[in-house]
């Protein structure tokens, strides 16, 4: 299968600070990219989709201004954690498809966010 | 509705023998399922898709049964190694999107 790049894999970050986690496609292009997000033990919940060259969709609940996604090529998007809080810390999990809807979806390894 | 997971029920097998995952999902108009096996601190590994218009497929050890009467989705895997020990999640597609719903998840120990 296709190969998706999260970067980085752990961060700690002080509260107030922001945090970028790059998801990268690294052999094929990826139309849309979807960010996730997932507590210890429970399962992912979706909080944007990213289609390339256009503004990210973002799932009820979930603070577009807080969560900031740049999806500027098509082997890259961004997530920005703005002003991050203690309870920002989670596991954020990327992944990246065509945007054909029979298209596999491929996962990066994730990024654990530490906020302290 | 949608599935949203608040615990994660878990599986014990004795090494060498069948598991069975079970999965409920919600959505009556969800046409393609998938199952995912995520090892702790990585991203989710595809294991096996099945589409609404069939209702068993087999992969290599892994078998995945569809009921859509009762909306019910399991993962069979045969001969359980150590290394099957992780979550598995069930993830769900609704028609005209390529969005993922994921299920509760289930851990599942494999003990020697």
């Known amino acids: 299968g296709a190969v998706v790049s999260q970067h980085p894999s752990r961060v700690i970050c002080k509260s107030g600070t922001s945090v970028k986690i790059e998801c990268r496609s690294l052999d094929f292009q990826a139309t849309t990219m979807f960010w996730y997000r997932q507590f210890p033990k429970q399962s992912l919940m979706l909080m944007a989709t990213s289609n390339e060259g256009s503004k990210a969709t973002y799932e009820q609940g979930v603070e577009k201004d807080k969560f900031l996604i740049n999806h500027a090529s098509l082997t890259l998007s961004t997530l920005t954690v703005t002003s991050a809080h203690p309870e920002d810390s989670s596991f954020y999990i990327c992944?990246?498809?065509?945007?054909?809807?029979?298209?596999?979806?491929?996962f990066g390894q994730g990024t654990r966010l530490t906020v302290v | 509705g949608e599935s949203v997971g608040l615990h994660l029920p878990t599986l014990s097998v004795q090494e060498g023998d069948n598991s069975i995952i079970n999965c409920a999902y919600s959505?009556?108009?969800?046409?393609?399922f998938i199952w995912y096996k995520q090892e702790s601190g990585k991203g989710p590994q595809f294991i096996i898709d099945?589409?609404?218009?069939?209702d068993k497929r087999q992969g290599q050890r892994v078998t995945v049964l569809l009921n859509k009467t009762v909306k019910h989705l399991s993962l069979q895997i045969a001969a359980t190694q150590p290394g099957d020990s992780a979550v598995y999640f069930c993830a769900e597609k609704a028609g005209g999107g390529n969005k993922l719903t994921f299920g509760t998840g289930t851990q599942l120990k494999v003990e020697l």
């Open positions: 992944s990246a498809s065509l945007r054909d809807r029979n298209a596999e979806a491929f």
């Open positions: 099945i589409r609404s218009n069939m």
């Open positions: 959505n009556s108009a969800s046409d393609y």
